[in-house]
């Protein structure tokens, strides 16, 4: 799948999130990279940043954080484009839960992991 299709299914992904939810993103910028860090090359997708949970008075004037999804990970595990479809939302709704606070035992309990 090329890089271009799949920044499609992230953007899509991006859109069934709830309006409700998709209106609490603060300060975030979505990102789509080939390959994951070198040092975590199956890695799927990260969250970088300061949770909404932990910002307090003092959180402003900072850069956004970042929410990557890795392209050739995700699709070394998939076998179809609707597994990549899957795979993406699932990854895309698991880093926006990071940004809201949510820990990746609650994740794997919900189902995202």
Request: hydrophobic share 40%; glycine share 8%.
């Amino acid at each position: 799948m090329s890089r271009a299709d799949f920044e499609v299914l992230v953007s899509e992904a991006l859109d069934e999130v709830p309006m409700e939810l998709a209106a609490l993103i603060d300060n975030v910028a979505i990102f789509v990279e080939d390959d994951a860090p070198a040092g975590d090359p199956q890695l799927l997708g990260i969250y970088e940043g300061i949770p909404l949970t932990e910002r307090g008075h003092y959180y402003g004037g900072v850069l956004p954080d970042r929410i990557t999804i890795y392209r050739n990970p995700t699709l070394a595990i998939c076998e179809t484009v609707d597994d990549v479809i899957d795979e993406v939302n699932i990854t895309v709704v698991h880093e926006i839960a990071h940004h809201f606070g949510i820990d990746d035992a609650r994740l794997h309990e919900l189902g995202y992991g």
